[in-house]
Each structure stands twice: as C-alpha cells, then as structure tokens.
C-alpha cells in the first residue's frame, strides 16, 4: 500500500509540473500586456463611458470587454464613405453579425467591392491594406465559394508599389497596416510576399535604429504588422517597441496623442494601445483574428482547440493509469511459510511411515 500511495503521489505531482510549466512562460510574457488592457477598461467601466466610434468597438470586442452589449451601427460624418464602410464591416464581424446588411440602403461589403481599381488597388495603400482586409475578413465568413474582391491583385499593387526602402506607401504607420493585410498571404509558395514582407520588416528595424519618432498610432499599427507577421516585439531586434508606448501612458493607464505633457485621456490613443497590446498577448491582430478567423469567438475557439485536446489526452491517459494501479495489478501472494506447512499437512503421519 505504501508504494502504490508513493507512486499516485509522483504522477500527481508530475501532472502539475508539466501544468505550471506550460503555463508559467505564458504568464510571464503576457503580464504588462494585460494589465494595461485592464487599466482602460476599467477607466472606461469607472467612469461609465460607452464606445461611440468603430476604433472602439473593434478593440473593445477583440479583448472581450463588451461582453453581450447590443450596440448601433457607427457612422462618423467627419470621414469619407471609404472609411466609414470600412469600419462598418470590422465592426459587425467583431460583434458576430452579418457585414452585409443594408446600412441606409447600402450594403457595406458591395459597396467596398466596388471601389478597387483594375489595378488591384482600393486608392492609397492604406485604404487597400484596410478595404482588402475588411473584405478577406467578409469572404473567410461568407464560405469558401464567396469572393467579394480580387485578393491576387491587391497584393500584387502592394509589392509593385512597395518603396525601394522597404516601405509601403508614405511610412512606419501605412507599412504596419499593409503587413498586417499580407500576413494572410505569409506562407506557403507565396516567395514574392515573403521577401516583401522581409523587405518591410527591415524597413521598420531601419527606423528604430536611426531613432525615428513614432507617434502612438504609428507604435500601434507598427507592432500589430510585425506580430501578424511572425515577429517578436519582445526580441532585442525590437528592443523597447513596445515600451514606447509608456510615453504616451497618462497616470490613470489611460492614454494620450502626444508623448510628453501633462494627462489628457485620449480614446483614439487609448484604442490604438489596447490594439497593440492584444496583438502581442494573442501573437494576432484584431485585423488577423477577423480575416482567419471571421470572428474572434472563432478565433478564441481556433487557438484553445490544441490546448484543450493535450488535456483530454492527458485525461484520459490518468484515466488509464489510475485503472491500472487500482484494478489491473492484483497480485495474491501467499506466504512461503503457509505453503511449505500446507505441503507437509497434506498426509499426515507420512514422514513417520517413511522412517519406519
């Protein structure tokens, strides 16, 4: 009994250790990233704000914090109608409905699907970087057979067009954008978008080195590109990236636009953070979750997936080992001495007979 108890004891044992030791490395690379999640969501649960444009909508939703908020369609008169169906459609595929119901007599994916040129391009490469992405992210929900735009000419605009220093379109912020549309295409026999991709990246290591300024919103797309695109911020080629964004932190752990100054929560600021943050927490951008995934529920369930079947493996071979020390190992062992004195009681008198 004492070694079967010292044996469950060990495999208990060693069933926690491999538990905390796949657990420990995650917590300790994603501890600051949440907590500072947490410190805007909780300003804008303490001071009872409600999100009223699509950057927080988008953001808030791919954190989790909206929770089952049933909220309106965004529509902001200050940007143009490219913008505005942009974030109409990432804001329904963030909160799980259909991107291509009418919104005043218009259908947003339709609409966007109108707009690219023969060229391949939706205009300037942010607005292709973004218009095909919202529509990668409609098709990956409307099913394999559904095609809004042609995927094969925007990329190919995006690397024509691609500057000789590496970088797309006018600098640090439009480059993000575009590798985090490209990211989709980071793979595979894709070779002329993967040395893009490379070029990109070199770009953006370029401009740490020399020093370049990044102003928040630069910092935030500029982390969300690299993370989609398999880099790690926290490696020392991207040394102090993410902490960058400590400048523009104000005291509450809300955000600001400018680096230095006195506090002046920012919601734009404050979204462009928790954007970058979730990016490194989840190695993904809301932008990639949405164009693999089409939903972040789905993109929850995709990743927790491996996860939950290394436990049911795990499970089900404790199941298997515990059967087998309780019922499969029933030895009866009889003692030497109980044999020997059965053997000799068997004729009684037989060994006198013998010596007679």
Same mark, same amino acid.
């Given at each position: 009994m004492k070694n079967v108890a010292t044996k469950r004891s060990i495999t208990l044992l060693a069933l926690l250790c491999v538990v905390f030791a796949a657990a420990a490395p995650m917590c300790a690379e994603t501890l600051n990233a949440d907590y500072a999640i947490e410190q805007v969501q909780k300003y804008y649960s303490d001071n009872g704000i409600q999100p009223t444009s699509a950057e927080e909508i988008i953001v808030f939703s791919s954190v989790n914090a909206l929770g089952g908020k049933t909220l309106p369609d965004i529509w902001d008169e200050q940007q143009d109608d490219m913008t505005n169906y942009i974030g109409l459609v990432f804001c329904r595929l963030s909160r799980d409905t259909d991107p291509s119901e009418d919104y005043n007599g218009v259908n947003p994916v339709e609409y966007l699907a109108q707009q690219q040129n023969e060229n391949g391009s939706f205009g300037t490469v942010e607005q292709t970087a973004l218009a095909a992405a919202a529509l990668e992210a409609a098709q990956v929900r409307a099913g394999e057979d559904t095609i809004y735009?042609?995927?094969?000419?925007?990329?190919?605009?995006?690397?024509?067009?691609?500057?000789?220093d590496g970088a797309y379109g006018d600098g640090v912020r439009s480059t993000g954008m575009a590798l985090s549309y490209l990211s989709k295409f980071n793979s595979g026999d894709n070779g002329d978008v993967r040395a893009s991709v490379t070029a990109a990246q070199e770009y953006l290591s370029s401009c740490l080195e020399q020093g370049g300024e990044f102003d928040i919103f630069d910092l935030s797309w500029v982390i969300m590109g690299l993370t989609d695109t398999g880099e790690d911020v926290n490696e020392a080629k991207w040394a102090g990236l993410g902490y960058a964004l400590d400048n523009f932190k104000n005291s509450d752990g809300t955000y600001r636009a400018q680096s230095d100054g006195e506090d002046a929560f920012d919601s734009d600021a404050s979204m462009a953070a928790v954007a970058a943050f979730d990016a490194v927490l989840n190695s993904a951008s809301w932008v990639s979750k949405l164009m693999n995934s089409s939903s972040y529920?789905?993109?929850?369930w995709d990743n927790l997936?491996?996860? /939950?079947?290394?436990?049911?493996?795990?499970?089900?071979? %404790?199941?298997?080992?515990?059967?087998?020390?309780?019922?499969?190992?029933?030895?009866?062992?009889?003692?030497?001495?109980?044999? /020997?004195?059965?053997?000799?009681?068997?004729?009684?008198? %037989?060994?006198?007979?013998?010596?007679e």
């Open positions: 735009y042609s995927a094969r000419a925007a990329v190919s605009w995006l690397i024509e067009n691609q500057r000789q529920s789905v993109f929850v997936r491996p996860y /939950l079947y290394v436990f049911a493996v795990i499970c089900m071979l %404790s199941l298997i080992f515990w059967g087998y020390i309780m019922f499969g190992r029933k030895k009866h062992h009889e003692p030497q001495s109980s044999r /020997l004195f059965s053997d000799s009681s068997e004729e009684p008198g %037989s060994g006198e007979e013998q010596s």
